[in-house]
């Protein structure tokens, strides 16, 4: 069973900083993806980034980028110059390449992240 | 290139009544995975379809279906509606199943009375 543990229910940073929103993971299967997704109030899920397990460098995508511990089973985002629309919910969630639970994406509980001016 | 698209994006039914609940993919997707989320559950995964064939499964009693056509395009029904079936049901879209993106549609919001 695969499973995604977020511990922070709410994050606050200032405008312009970074914020690094925590993620941690469990798995048995070799071969896996994981994702970050956006959630604003709207409801739309809002898709970040991703890393594979095989990947060696960690992925970025604009001012996003993966800090991926594979040692650590961790994969937490980093935000860099947080800006007032980043205001959201934040999920990170898994899934397996291969094996039975293939395409099927396991959620963490979400991370609410607040931006101040 | 459109997005996923769901429709209705807002439904109110009544206990017992059924629901179908619609997800047209991104053009070329052929993957298209279905989930819940409620305050107290999260997000749970309901069921995913590729090439018209359910290829998993959520834990989910037997009132919830789904089905894909040729054009990608899928339904997911939900027959005998209770309470607690309120909520917000997301498509997701991919290319194949091992995809690195998977892109979701805005939900449809059941409200069950």
């Known amino acids: 069973a695969q499973k995604i543990t977020q511990t922070q229910p709410g994050m606050f940073v200032q405008e312009k900083e970074a914020v690094t929103l925590d993620c941690t993971y469990d798995?048995?299967?070799?071969?896996?993806?994981l994702f970050w997704y956006k959630q604003p109030s709207s409801g739309e899920m809002i898709f970040l980034i991703y890393q594979g397990s095989y990947d060696q460098q960690n992925a970025t995508e604009g001012r996003y980028s993966l800090n991926f511990q594979k040692a650590r089973k961790s994969a937490n985002l980093v935000i860099s110059a947080s800006q007032l629309g980043d205001s959201a919910m934040y999920f990170c969630a898994m899934r397996s390449i291969g094996g039975t639970s293939y395409g099927k994406l396991t959620f963490g509980q979400g991370t609410i992240l607040t931006v101040h001016p | 290139k459109a997005g996923v698209t769901q429709t209705p994006r807002y439904l109110i039914k009544t206990r017992g009544q059924q629901v179908t609940l619609s997800c047209s993919p991104i053009?070329?997707?052929?993957?298209v995975s279905w989930y819940q989320q409620t305050p107290g559950q999260g997000l749970q995964f309901l069921f995913e379809?590729?090439?018209?064939?359910?290829?998993n499964k959520g834990n989910f009693p037997g009132r919830f279906s789904g089905r894909q056509f040729s054009n990608s395009r899928s339904e997911m029904n939900v027959s005998t509606l209770e309470l607690g079936d309120s909520a917000l049901y997301l498509c997701?879209?991919?290319f194949g199943q091992g995809a690195r993106e998977q892109y979701f549609g805005p939900g449809t919001r059941l409200t069950v009375t």
């Open positions: 379809y590729f090439s018209e064939t359910q290829r």
């Open positions: 798995t048995s299967d070799p071969s896996y993806g």
């Open positions: 053009s070329g997707h052929r993957s």
């Open positions: 997701a879209s991919s």
